[in-house]
């Protein structure tokens, strides 16, 4: 498996978007409100990778994940972590993870931050065994109860 940065050149905009959907697709009808990966098209995709720092996961020219990289003020936010369903617990999720924390090393951010949905507790046990612990709550817009999970693992 070879992790390579995903940058303006990248030219695999539709499978990557596709990965994405497929990976996200069993939140469907489980989390409320819906995934934003569903508002995602190849042209904000591709704004998504001039914005942020991405990286994929291939075998050969095939993808089987993804991370994208924002730096804050005090630490790297990781959002869009996709792993194909068929490749799921194959340790992907894990090297896209090590390269998240390679960057923000890197940008000598000391932290790395994501937001999980409440209903997703499998996700909340992952995170943690790889050292994210809960820091906060938040609620999506339009609603009175916590929809996310704040984690941060330090570096």
């Not at 409100?33 to 994929?56: N, R």
Request: proline share 5%.
């Amino acid at each position: 498996m070879q992790i390579f940065r995903i940058d303006q050149d990248f030219g695999q905009h539709e499978e990557l978007l596709a990965l994405i959907l497929h990976a996200f697709a069993s939140m469907d009808g489980r989390i409320d409100p819906p995934s934003s990966a569903h508002e995602l098209t190849v042209e904000s995709l591709q704004q998504k990778i001039a914005d942020e720092i991405a990286f994929g996961a291939r075998d050969g020219e095939r993808l089987f994940g993804c991370v994208f990289l924002k730096p804050e003020a005090d630490c790297l936010y990781i959002g869009k972590l996709a792993v194909a369903p068929g490749a799921q617990g194959k340790g992907i999720g894990r090297l896209l993870l090590t390269e998240a924390e390679a960057t923000a090393r890197a940008l000598k951010l000391p932290a790395l931050r994501l937001l999980t949905r409440v209903e997703l507790v499998e996700n909340h046990r992952a995170f943690g065994a790889w050292g994210f612990i809960e820091t906060g709550k938040m609620c999506h817009p339009g609603f009175s109860r916590p929809t996310a999970i704040e984690m941060r693992k330090a570096l």
